[in-house]
């Protein structure tokens, strides 16, 4: 039998004038391709390392390209982990060539034993023109140097949910943070950390495993970028950075330092999330999906039933007071993005049969239902009242996917 050297991709296509620029699914590449034809203008390795990739979507604004890399280390049996550093990056679209490159956790000189994770891997960086300032969230620490996870061990595993200004890691450490990078320089703006101490590997999936690192492993990452809106916040306007959690934590922040202007408990968090893949607004309102990888008994405010699925939830986006939230009913997590359009809010879920939803936007009724044969990532593409639904249709949680379809359905 023959051997295919396969190259994916799960990313989406961002469109930069007459090109097409998208980043691979390991090595940690982007190119760039014409629209046309398909024919490759250039490529760029942005992280050497094996395991080093790219999962999150890209931004093109004013003749750049903004990515963030990631990586598998987190995979690696502890004896191997970790090297990988998470970072932002820039490049000009005429040629790939990297105009700047920011890390997002201390140089490790390449070698064990230094801080590693810190990747960016959820959902296209949001720009804000007028600040000139580029918008991401960033994930879990895979590792820490042994002096840190010494302190850890001595306080007893003691943070404080959902946020601590830990004594074991200094603020330059940008680990589940969502940080503001400057345009044209890529320094760093300012960085929120929105999680206590969180060191977390593939070690840690098996319980009291010795070599996963002293807890707590949250793994409360930022699998998506923040929306950019504007709010009205104790009678006036605040420009801010609205991002859901991993941890179940939804947060807006001030555009210009980063500070809090209100977060809301969502749901249950998870190493599934949590919300994961990406939320969605109308400017009124800000709408997650809260997977609940972990089945908890989940209360679906502000009503006092419960659920052990995942479900789908809409917060004031002035306040973040919960308006709505609405079980899955096909009684399975929700670990896919939201996307809203016309006053309707769409999500699928992953059981067998693919449900796609499509629940009224100011109150989380489930309006129509189609079932797709299977759904976990998908793309919405909206004209006038035709709905285009890319879907995953393969064996449950492959990814990328072997297969997939494309489903048009009327939207009103």
Partial sequence: ASIRNVTVSRSTPTVAGDLLVVGIYGPAVVIAVTRLTGQLVWMNQLDPRPL?????????????????VSSLEELLPSEQCCTFRGSMVKLDTRNGAILWQTYTIPDNGGKLGGYSGGA?????????IIRQLVYVGTGNLYIAPPNVLECQRSLNNQTTP??????????????????????NSGLIKWSTRLSGYDVFNFECLTPNNP?????????????????????????????VAVAVQKSGFAWALDRNNGGIVWSRKAGPG???????????????????????GDRLPFTLAPST???????????DANTGEILWTTANPSNDISPGPVTFVNGLLFAGSPAPTGPFYA???????????????????WLLMEESSILAVAVAAAAKFVWPSTSASIIIQGVG
């Fill in 162 to 183: 959902p946020i601590n200004i830990t004594q074991c890691i200094g603020p330059d450490v940008h680990f589940d943070s969502i940080m503001a990078f400057d345009i």
């Fill in 52 to 68: 080093a990739q790219i999962t999150a979507s890209g931004t093109f604004y004013l003749g750049a390209f903004y990515v963030g």
């Fill in 120 to 128: 960016i891997w959820g959902s296209s960086p949001a720009i804000d």
């Fill in 305 to 315: 039933q419960t659920t052990t699925a995942g479900a789908w939830v809409a917060l």
């Fill in 359 to 377: 629940m009224d936007a100011n109150n989380g009724a489930i309006l129509w239902t189609y079932n797709t044969g299977f759904v976990h990532k």
């Fill in 211 to 239: 070599d996963c690192p002293p807890g707590p492993n949250a793994d409360a990452d930022f699998g998506e970028a923040p929306m950019l809106l504007t709010i009205v916040n104790n009678g006036r306007l605040r420009d």
């Fill in 270 to 292: 998870s190493s599934q999330g949590g919300g994961i893949w990406g939320a969605a607004t109308d400017g009124k309102r800000v709408y997650t999906n809260i997977a609940n």
